[in-house]
């Protein structure tokens, strides 16, 4: 268990429509990380925060937004979706800013856009 | 465009038997180089981090082994358990801290 909770961990919707995903890190980790894997495919990275403030980001579609609260859970918002946005989406934490600490990752929410 | 590619893209070996993943780069300067282990459909677990200082680390019968000059990274399994079954990812990071992720080697242990 690496102690990142992620909220849904299945999530079927139809096109068109709007989710949102949830990851509470690490007790004490201040940044959080949104990747994207589709199916045999190798892992996007879409968008840091760290401590409330984003930090980087990858390629996060438009149609994406994600955010930081206070006490440090995030959320990733997917609006009109597509079919090709079915996908795994992990979120990962570390202590530290800027990669340069170990990142434990979720198990992940399984989105099925139909 | 920095780039970290893994081969074999999918291994079969017999429980027991010992094998090496491959990972090229050519992200650098970089600031570190990480394997992970992926078993389907679960999140990535780190299994070494190396700076580009470092030639070797192990982890239990994992063994990362860089060499820099030639951008190569490579991860050996000592006596495979059919609890290796998975994706192995390396990940190159760069100097302004953004992760360049391989595709994966996916590898198979048969009894």
């Known amino acids: 268990d690496s102690g990142v909770t992620q909220t849904p961990k299945h999530l079927i919707t139809a096109t068109g429509q709007r989710v949102t995903l949830r990851c509470s890190p690490r007790?004490?980790?201040?940044?959080v990380y949104w990747y994207q894997q589709s199916l045999d495919q190798g892992l996007q990275f879409l968008i840091q925060y760290y401590n409330g403030e984003e930090r980087a980001k990858g390629n996060i579609l438009e149609r994406f937004s994600a955010q930081q609260f206070p006490d440090l859970h995030s959320e990733l918002n997917l609006s009109s979706l597509e079919l090709g946005d079915s996908a795994l989406y992990f979120c990962a934490s570390s202590t530290r800013d800027r990669n340069t600490g170990e990142l434990f990752f979720g198990e992940g929410s399984r989105l099925t856009v139909l | 465009k920095n780039q970290v590619e893994q081969s074999p893209q999918s291994l079969i070996i017999l429980e027991g038997k010992n094998c090496t993943l491959q990972c090229n780069y050519t992200v650098s300067p970089f600031s570190n180089l990480r394997w992970y282990k992926q078993d389907t459909g679960r999140g990535p677990v780190s299994l070494t981090i190396m700076t580009f200082s470092e030639n070797t680390k192990s982890n239990g019968r994992y063994t990362a082994t860089l060499d820099a000059d030639t951008k190569q990274s490579s991860l050996h399994i000592t006596a495979s358990q059919l609890s290796d079954s998975a994706s192995y990812i390396c990940v190159v990071s760069e100097v302004n801290y953004q992760l360049i992720w391989g595709a994966g080697t996916k590898l198979i242990i048969k009894p």
């Open positions: 007790s004490g980790d201040l940044s």
